[in-house]
């Protein structure tokens, strides 16, 4: 049995937690302008809770942390689009993978990379002809391994 679920609409205060871990590690000052991550995860929490309910154009998939019930380890939430077709991609249809976090006493276990492997099986049902995300430098690794290739920009694809 999978340690990887997808998320659902209790979890959406774990959801925002974990996405604040991942912005805090990207920007340091929480990236909210000072408006500060309790402001932005309540007002985003209603729609969260609306998208993890639904079966649309979004997904996260998550790992329950191992050590405290009710809390969640790792998050990998993406969504699919759609784009005018093109060579290699004629149904036009794009993943974009926006927030990996795993909790700072989760790490290296594994889960990040779990919960990419089940989002990308999510994009594949789809149609979607690739996947875009972000990387820092500490994750391009799994990106590497899991088929990314780094575009001229900062995004990185992988060809479905």
């Known amino acids: 049995m999978s340690l990887v679920r997808r998320a659902r609409p209790e979890d959406a205060a774990e959801v925002l937690r974990?996405?604040?871990?991942?912005?805090?590690?990207l920007w340091g000052d929480g990236g909210d302008g000072g408006e500060g991550a309790a402001g932005w995860q309540r007002e985003s929490l209603p729609e969260l809770r609306e998208r993890?309910?639904?079966?649309?154009?979004?997904?996260?998939?998550?790992?329950?942390?191992?050590?405290?019930?009710?809390?969640?380890?790792?998050?990998?939430a993406g969504t699919v689009e759609y784009r005018i077709g093109k060579?290699?991609?004629p149904q036009g249809r794009v993943g974009y993978v926006f927030?990996?976090?795993?909790?700072?006493?989760a790490r290296r276990r594994g889960?990040?990379?779990?919960c990419m492997e089940e989002?990308?099986?999510w994009f594949r049902a789809r149609g979607a002809g690739h996947v875009?995300?972000?990387?820092?430098?500490?994750?391009?690794?799994?990106y590497t391994a899991l088929g990314f290739t780094r575009d001229p920009d900062p995004s990185m694809r992988l060809s479905l």
């Open 18 to 25: 974990l996405r604040q871990i991942m912005i805090d590690s």
């Open 52 to 76: 993890l309910a639904g079966d649309g154009d979004f997904a996260a998939f998550v790992v329950d942390h191992p050590g405290r019930p009710g809390t969640l380890a790792a998050l990998v």
């Open 87 to 89: 060579p290699g991609n």
């Open 99 to 105: 927030s990996v976090a795993t909790d700072p006493d």
């Open 111 to 114: 889960y990040a990379r779990a």
């Open 119 to 121: 989002l990308l099986v």
């Open 132 to 142: 875009l995300l972000n990387a820092s430098p500490e994750a391009e690794p799994l």
